[in-house]
Structure formats: C-alpha cells, structure tokens
C-alpha cells in the first residue's frame, strides 16, 4: 500500500499531469457562459486571463497533491507525511484565494472607471 501510495505522489509531481489537469480546468472554463459584455466585443482571451488560469491551475495541483500526501501518510501511519500535505492543500487554497481576491479588484476597478466614465460624459 505504501508503494502505491509513493508512486500516486510521484505521478501528481509530473508536469505531464499538472499539463492534463491544466488543460482539463482550462476546457471546462471556455465551456462557462461568458458575460454578455465580452460576447458583444467579441474579445480573444485576454494574456491576463490566461495567465491567472493558469495560477489557479497551479494552485489546485498544489491543493492535490497535499491530498494525495495526506492520505499517503495517513495510510503508512506516518504524521510528518500527514501535516506536509496539509500544509500543501492550505498552500494551494490560499493560492486560489489569492487570485480570485485579485480578479474581484479588478473587476470593482473596472467598475468604478466605467461609471466614472458614464458620468463623464453625462457631463459634457
């Protein structure tokens, strides 16, 4: 049990994986209904939004593989494996909060320009 408990671990290191679920995450956020202001513009994916995808990407497999290590340890009877992954899976979930923190800034940012905007040329 310990052996494949080592070799689950090893697997959610490999980039290759990290790759999969990236693209498996990425898939299902094109799939999202987009808000209808972008669908008007027809915008491309933005580089910024890309690369927030892909921090959140990183921050779940952080998040997964301090599961897998946690479970490793609670399966070997090891505490030490036990706390590191769950140091990782609170290391990913403060990840993922920090970004979605930063894209709500964002967007209020964009908010509040736009109704400065509106004003403006209410103004004029």
């Given at each position: 049990m310990e052996i494949i408990a080592r070799q689950l671990v090893a697997i959610l290191k490999n980039s290759t994986v990290k790759l999969l679920a990236g693209l498996i995450c990425m898939a299902?956020?094109?799939l999202m209904p987009?808000?209808?202001?972008?669908?008007?513009?027809?915008h491309a994916l933005n580089p910024q939004i890309l690369a927030t995808m892909a921090q959140k990407m990183d921050a779940k497999a952080k998040e997964t593989e301090g599961k897998?290590?946690?479970?490793?340890?609670?399966?070997?009877?090891?505490?030490?494996e036990q706390i590191k992954g769950k140091v990782k899976q609170?290391?990913?979930?403060?990840?993922?909060t920090q970004q979605d923190i930063k894209q709500g800034a964002k967007s209020m940012a964009n908010k509040?320009?736009?109704?400065?905007e509106n004003l403006a040329d209410k103004l004029s």
């Open positions: 299902s956020w094109m987009l808000p209808a202001m972008a669908m008007a513009n027809n897998v290590q946690s479970a490793y340890g609670e399966i070997t009877g090891k505490p030490s609170v290391q990913g979930s403060a990840k993922a509040v320009s736009d109704a400065a």
